[in-house]
């Protein structure tokens, strides 16, 4: 198992835990709304962290390259409110697209 996925199952293992202990120490308490908001905006979060890491890195380098003009699409398509099979497909095809041409 990679590094990668190993730091995947770690985050999720967490971030799991991380709810699950709410409502224990709690005893059926609700969690202030504050506190629900920074909860909820967890796992996007680290999600956002991950892709970034796998889309800008390269070993040890920060790198620019074909990726990112796949999440640029992507991102537009998204934002443009885009079925996610067609913003998925339109990022795919703009990544190749972007290597075909930059060799």
Do not use: H, Y
């Not at 409502?23 to 908001?37: A, H, I, K, S, Y």
């Not at 990726?67 to 067609?86: D, E, H, S």
């Amino acid at each position: 198992m990679s590094g990668v996925w190993l730091a995947v199952l770690l985050v999720g293992a967490v971030s799991m835990a991380l709810k699950a202990a709410g409502p224990v120490l709690l005893g059926g308490q609700e969690l202030p709304d504050r506190m629900q908001r920074v909860v909820a905006l967890m796992a996007p979060t680290l999600l956002a962290a991950l892709i970034s890491t796998q889309i800008f890195a390269s070993g040890q380098s920060l790198t620019v390259d074909a990726r990112v003009v796949g999440l640029v699409v992507g991102a537009f398509g998204v934002w443009r409110n885009w079925p996610t099979l067609l913003v998925v497909v339109l990022g795919t095809a703009a990544a190749a697209i972007t290597r075909l041409i930059t060799g």
